[in-house]
Nanobody, 120 residues
Framework: QVQLVESGGGLVQPGGSLRLSCATS????????MSWYRQAPGKERELVAS????????NYADSVKGRFTISRDNAKNTVYLQMNSLKPEDTAVYYC?????????????WGQGTQVTVSS
């Protein structure tokens, strides 16, 4: 079965950096685009960044452009999110995501999330 396991979250001061990892299993990783989402308390889950199956294309939310970098290692079935110049408003639970089309059904898979807290 599809499994996504995030790690790397924690408490960091404003201006600091964190690197999130999402280890995957149960599907052919190099065939699928991957995404990172986040959800802050009282807010809806939002897309942070996406990366194509080969790693050749990436897209970012305006709020993180220039600060966050998404990457992937297809040999390790892992996707990363490097977060620099962190701000308090980046505080959220960060989720790894993959969307698959199975027959005529679209199914989204999520990890359990990793908490990122930016505070002094």
């Amino acid at each position: 079965q599809v499994q996504l396991v995030e790690s790397g979250g924690g408490l960091v001061q404003p201006g600091g950096s964190l690197r999130l990892s999402c280890a995957t299993s149960g599907f052919i990783f190099n065939r699928y685009a991957m995404s990172w989402y986040r959800q802050a308390p009282g807010k809806e889950r939002e897309l942070v960044a996406s990366i194509g199956s080969t790693g050749g294309s990436a897209n970012y939310a305006d709020s993180v452009k220039g600060r966050f970098t998404i990457s992937r290692d297809n040999a390790k079935n892992t996707v990363y999110l490097q977060m620099n110049s962190l701000k308090p408003e980046d505080t959220a639970v960060y989720y790894c995501n993959v969307v698959m089309i199975v027959l005529v059904t679209t199914k989204a898979y999520w990890g359990q999330g990793t908490q990122v807290t930016v505070s002094s």
